[in-house]
């Protein structure tokens, strides 16, 4: 396509336009990045520093106008943007301005016993280079802006590539950028359809971040690991939540409907299936039941309401399909009152009951505005059947005795599992972010987010340059009983005898001097 056309999910219409790239442009962005990236590496800590606050500031002062942008290109309601894409966004900047010089420093490796022949070593970090970022359209804002941070703080150069369903957020994100002061050539954005991030990888990045589905995340891993790209991999989720039987259920049905319906279900780590104690099943079902019914859509008049459009035609039709396989299985929905709105992709918000491990809605991710619900009768049980799936994001437990809900979240196969809320983590930059299995692979966030941003570079040096060592040519027989005595102290059982073979090894130090 020539052109890329914005319309808004939440009416229909065509907000803006912007031309589509080709290979060709994309190879000259890569190409800039690559100019600049000598030059930025180089740049100071308290420059990058300054540059992320600048960033700040301009999202501080620019705040209505982002989150009216975000709300409008992406269906979801302000407040929503506020604090799903600009606060975490914010926080990043802000914690990485403050700590990337610190955990970045050169890190000293203890070498005892070699430091006492004059050996030493530590890692010093580099930045890779050019960071190719790949972002989706459910977090079009704050999931780019934070990875964004992070690789400049640890002074790479960027391509970023956004959605071409919210481009006009991208190019949001380009100006914020641009006025903060990064120099040409640091921070470059390529716009089209999926395809054009493959050239990212045709045009050798030094390494990538890809958010997105499961099925193009395969795709993605495949080039970049036939061009021994190293990519950092954030796929999809179905999350589940336990309630125990001393969980608050008020309160508990409260936090799981925001987590459930939250960007009206468009959210990776978002609840999408909930096991609940049999105890306490009847009186979960009916309260969240209740209150599905009082949330209200976001039809783009500008009164407050609850839950946004679905932000592509394709995804509402993927929600439908399974919920409507899931009711002709024998599911029973309870939906929330969502009126139709010309122009509008609204889903009601939907709880799911009389369901079971088989369906999709319960195996494969949804996407949406659906909640379904399981009873269960023990721990054990509730702990076998949140794992049992191929997704591994996130997880919550609902109880009163947070001792007890620690220990089932260590149990819990997942990156990050939450007791009593959810979803929230992301919002918390210090710390890491990352799934397993079919969830991906790698971190974003924290200072383990941050090391993927780097090369560590061991450096290893010898202060006796002028002694010969003893494990250089000529060998001889004194060299192998030398360290024939290292062996057995550093492997040896019993301290009396590797103290023995210490001594030995010391007596020989002042020889290897002398060679």
């Not at 409008?72 to 990485?96: D, T, W, Y």
């Not at 492997?491 to 002042?510: E, H, L, N, W, Y």
Request: hydrophobic letters at 40%; glycine letters at 8%.
């Amino acid at each position: 396509m020539s052109e890329i056309i914005s319309k808004s999910p939440t009416t229909g219409d065509i907000i803006g336009q912007i031309p589509a790239m080709n290979a060709e442009q994309v190879k000259d962005a890569v190409e800039k990045a690559r100019a600049a990236s000598k030059s930025w590496a180089l740049t100071s800590f308290a420059r990058r520093t300054e540059i992320l606050k600048n960033a700040n500031q301009y999202m501080i002062d620019h705040f209505d106008e982002i989150t009216a942008l975000i709300s409008r290109e992406n269906g979801k309601p302000k407040v929503e943007a506020a604090v799903a894409e600009m606060l975490p966004a914010v926080n990043a900047n802000s914690f990485f301005a403050e700590n990337a010089q610190r955990l970045l420093a050169d890190d000293k490796i203890e070498m005892f016993p070699w430091n006492l022949i004059g050996k030493k070593s530590y890692i010093h970090y580099v930045p890779w280079g050019v960071i190719g970022i790949i972002s989706p359209w459910n977090y079009p804002f704050g999931i780019p802006m934070t990875q964004i941070s992070m690789a400049l703080a640890a002074g790479n150069t960027i391509v970023f590539k956004p959605s071409s369903s919210v481009a006009l957020i991208g190019e949001k994100i380009k100006e914020i950028w641009e006025a903060a002061g990064l120099p040409e050539g640091v921070f470059n954005i390529i716009q089209g359809a999926g395809r054009i991030g493959e050239e990212l990888i045709h045009n050798n990045v030094d390494r990538l971040i890809f958010t997105g589905s499961v099925e193009v995340g395969r795709h993605i891993a495949k080039l970049a690991g036939e061009a021994l790209i190293p990519v950092t991999l954030e796929l999809g989720g179905k999350d589940p939540a336990i309630v125990l039987d001393d969980a608050d259920i008020d309160l508990t049905t409260s936090g799981i409907l925001w987590g459930s319906m939250t960007n009206a279900g468009q959210t990776c780590a978002g609840i999408e299936r909930v096991y609940v104690h049999r105890s306490v099943y009847d009186e979960f079902v009916e309260k969240i039941s209740e209150k599905v019914k009082t949330l209200r859509p976001c039809d783009g008049n500008g009164d407050p309401c609850d839950v946004g459009a679905i932000t592509t035609e394709s995804q509402y039709e993927l929600i439908a399909e399974q919920v409507k396989q899931a009711v002709n299985s024998g599911a029973i929905a309870t939906s929330g009152n969502m009126v139709d709105i010309d122009g509008g992709s609204y889903f009601p918000p939907t709880i799911l009951t009389n369901v079971h491990h088989g369906m999709p809605i319960i195996s494969e991710e949804n996407f949406g505005p659906v909640l379904p619900i399981m009873p269960f009768d023990s721990e054990e049980e509730a702990i076998r059947l949140a794992n049992d799936s191929r997704f591994g994001l996130s997880a919550s437990v609902w109880t009163s005795d947070t001792n007890r809900g620690e220990r089932i979240a260590k149990k819990l196969i997942a990156g990050t599992v939450t007791i009593n809320d959810s979803l929230y983590t992301y919002g918390l930059t210090q710390t890491p972010w990352g799934g397993v299995k079919e969830s991906g692979y790698g971190k974003t966030h924290g200072k383990e987010g941050l090391m993927e941003m780097v090369r560590p570079v061991h450096i290893a040096s010898d202060s006796l340059h002028r002694v010969k060592k003893p494990w250089w040519y000529p060998y001889d027989k004194e060299a192998l009983e030398t360290f024939k005595h290292v062996l057995e102290f550093l492997g040896g059982s019993g301290s009396a005898r590797r103290g023995k073979a210490f001594a030995k090894v010391m007596r020989k130090i002042p020889l290897w001097r002398k060679l």
